[in-house]
């Protein structure tokens, strides 16, 4: 068995963290007996300054031609967001040329990493969800316009737009605790309407088994980080998502540590960190590179149906927090910092030192 991996460093720590997401990627389908063949490309504010474009023809060719995109980050001080071409647009365009609307954020918190989240311990023990992102709808994707001192953008959807996404969500809840929470501002958007109505019809019609929530974008935000044990896998639009991601990083202990994986009706999906480029970070070798190592271990799971070697991936990267190898974001006073290289390298000594004991790893909730 092999497989072509595209992988797009992209901006800022992207390239640095992405390296070690692909080492450990290879190691890890390796060890379970497939081969992986990595092709780089490019994609954001390196690919305008080389080619003009964010994403370029043969970037997207590769992608297309792929099983799955490890991506790292794009964007940069560089770039403004008022120009006209800008490295998000290259994010977008892929995300929405590959078909990859339901984008997977799985929340969790190793113990070690639990002092480094503001939030007390006794909020954080057992968190355990999944947020399930609409990725190609909404005002991501709407007209925009700009005439003097007016600014439009537009946030539609299709009801096909929103039940599909809910029904994957719904999929996974079914292999959770089955508790799916609704998010939307239906108190005000006609978008949010028209979700609530198709998500509680999908709901009652083919899952009545899951037990449907909804609620409001703005009280999420809060009980997100007042009980975020309360949730089990949250479905919402594009720019709800977004930020509700950013928020619920905060539980993770840091956004270094988060990972996710973007998903359409194929096994082909993009993976990359939720973390951005971090342009302060870059070159300087201290980035974190588990949110990456873990979107590679999606990858494994999602894109070439490899459970047991996803699995023996996140297990090493629990070895390797457990063993303190902890990068700055997450070492706390008093602990020396590692670096990224030093990270990936703990994840890799783990990797090989597990194999024999794969077969007693219990599955994770996201698959069973
Ligand atoms: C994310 C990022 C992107 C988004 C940016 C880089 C366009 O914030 O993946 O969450 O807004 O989707
Ligand atoms: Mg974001």
Known sequence: ????????????????????????????????????????A?????????????????????CRSASAVLLGAVGGPQWPPEARVRPEQGLLALRRE?????????????PMVVPSSPLRPELLRGVDLLVVRELTGGIYF??????????????????????RVVRAAAGYARARRRKLTSVDK???????????EVATRVIETDFPDVRLEHQLVDSCAMQLVRAPRSFDVIVTENLFGDVLTDEAAVIGGSIGMLPSASLGDGPRGLYEPIHGSAPGLAGRGVANPYGAILSAAMLLRHSLGLPGAAWALEAAVSAALEEGVLTEDVAGPGRHPAATREAGSAVLRALRRALPDRSRHEMPMEER
């Not at 390239?15 to 060890?31: G, K, Q």
């Not at 474009?53 to 060719?61: F, K, Q, R």
């Open 1 to 40: 068995m092999r497989h072509l991996i595209a992988v797009l460093g992209g901006d800022g720590i992207g390239p640095e963290v992405t390296e070690l997401a692909a080492r450990t990627l290879v190691e890890a389908a390796a060890l379970h007996g497939v081969k992986i063949e990595l092709q780089e």
């Open 42 to 62: 490019l994609i954001g504010g390196c690919a305008i300054d080389q080619t003009g474009s964010p994403l370029p023809e043969e970037t997207l060719a590769l």
């Open 98 to 110: 590959l078909g990859l609307f339901a984008n997977l954020r799985p929340v969790t918190i190793h």
């Open 142 to 163: 709407g007209a925009k316009k700009r005439e003097g001192d007016r600014a439009e953008d537009v946030c539609s959807y299709t009801a096909a737009e929103i039940e």
């Open 186 to 196: 239906a108190n005000v958007l006609e978008t949010s309407r028209l979700w609530r």
